[in-house]
């Protein structure tokens, strides 16, 4: 059986290596233009070419969403953009507008042409329609079953690759196309600016009394009806493999460096645990616990998801200290400060294929030498003693539950 391809996000540079080296198949980025997040810091002309190479440096294939719907005068501009990503090396394009798709098969031939979940395809005749297009992928709409996504691959072209997204946030709107943001504060879903407004808390108010709210409660739990869990199938990737699934897909190109090592990280061991026929060793399973998260569901893959109405806040029990960047082989390491802590704090390490491990934190210095009991300055760079080698890019995080904030 042919092994989950892992699709990680890269919202800039830093997201982008540190998904590389924690195991990632491929990552998805965007340009400047035509890209869903305009939140995550995303690449320049100058910069996209210099991720492109870093990713097949490590074997890492390179997805660039153009999956906005342009208008006019966007589109206009598709063709010099879409060439520039052939430039680049860019492998595939992840569209979701039949003109962009249209023009990427004239001015970016080289590349694939993978079919967006903004297009909402939910069933067999659709993602068929896609292939006979053109289409090297199809990325399903989040609200199918396992067994319609079953059904899909039973039924259309066995060279059409299917992908899923198997971990992250979900949106209460039919596969992210959500009108609310639009209409209540300006800001276009469909061009990466959602202001989130299913996570706000909403109260009922009678027109005739004007400044009288009236809580709205469901079960009596709370107001957030409209606030959805976020996926996480790690515990289901025999299932996503058994139903003829090509590549799964991490959500989070706006989320931290942390989340896009540790998630992925999680996922590239378990995969190659079912993939191998072992057990899922259950601290990688753990690690996703590890980052700032809202309850987990399975998503649609076994029915509704169900909301979570007591509030909207995250669950974060963990929080990132500092970040190795060399370490010699008698475990002194130069690291970055990410968050403070002191000599002597309980911390853990974990780190491109590296088991976590559990740690005090040891002698610090600055780089002049001087000893350090807290390093205080963000991204302050100093040296501290580690119980073993680790390896570049390593993490070092402590618990300590932020979820209230």
């Not at 890492?60 to 966007?74: A, G, K, L, S």
């Not at 300055?377 to 070092?396: D, E, G, H, N, Y």
Request: negative net charge; contains cysteine; aromatic residues 8%.
């Amino acid at each position: 059986m042919k092994k989950l391809e892992l699709l990680s996000p890269a919202g800039d540079m830093e997201r982008l290596e540190m998904a590389v080296l924690y195991g990632a198949d491929s990552v998805y980025l965007a340009g400047t233009s035509f890209g869903m997040r305009s939140f995550a810091g995303n690449f320049s002309p100058e910069e996209l070419p210099k991720a492109v190479k870093f990713a097949h440096d490590h074997g890492v294939r390179c997805h660039v969403t153009v999956n906005t719907m342009p208008r006019n005068e966007e589109a206009a501009q598709l063709p010099a953009y879409l060439e520039q990503l052939e430039d680049a090396g860019v492998d595939a394009l992840i569209l979701a507008d039949l003109g962009a798709f249209t023009l990427a098969g004239r001015y970016a031939p080289r590349c694939q042409r993978h079919i967006s979940t903004q297009q909402s395809v939910a069933n067999y005749a659709c993602a068929q329609a896609w292939f006979d297009l053109g289409a090297q992928r199809v990325v399903l709409a989040r609200e199918l079953s396992l067994e319609e996504i079953h059904t899909i691959r039973r039924k259309v072209d066995p060279k059409l690759e299917i992908e899923t997204f198997g971990h992250g946030a979900m949106c209460v709107s039919y596969s992210g196309r959500c009108l609310l943001s639009n209409y209540m504060t300006g800001r276009d879903s469909n061009r990466g600016a959602c202001a989130q407004p299913c996570r706000y808390q909403y109260a009922l108010m009678e027109e005739k009394r004007p400044g009288e709210y009236f809580p709205v409660f469901e079960d009596e739990k709370g107001t957030y009806i409209l606030n959805s869990r976020d996926m996480c199938m790690i515990d289901h990737l025999q299932e996503l493999m058994d139903a003829g699934i090509d590549c799964i897909k991490i959500e989070g190109r706006a989320k931290s460096a942390y989340y896009a090592a540790i998630v992925t990280g999680a996922y590239r061991h378990c995969i190659d645990d079912v993939s191998a026929g072992r057990p899922l060793d259950p601290v990688w399973r753990d690690e996703v616990e590890h980052v700032s998260h809202r309850l987990y569901s399975t998503g649609f893959y076994f029915g509704q998801p169900g909301q979570y109405v007591e509030h909207s806040r995250y669950i974060r029990q963990w929080q990132i200290c500092a970040k190795v960047l060399s370490c010699d082989e008698n475990g002194l390491a130069l690291c970055s400060l990410h968050n403070k802590f002191r000599c002597g704090d309980p911390l853990e390490a974990v780190g491109p294929d590296l088991r976590p491990f559990p740690l005090r934190a040891g002698i610090m210095a600055d780089l002049e030498g001087s000893p350090l009991e807290e390093p205080k300055t963000p991204q302050m760079r100093f040296t501290m003693q580690l119980p073993k080698a680790v390896p570049p890019r390593s993490i070092l995080r402590r618990a300590v539950d932020l979820s209230a904030e």
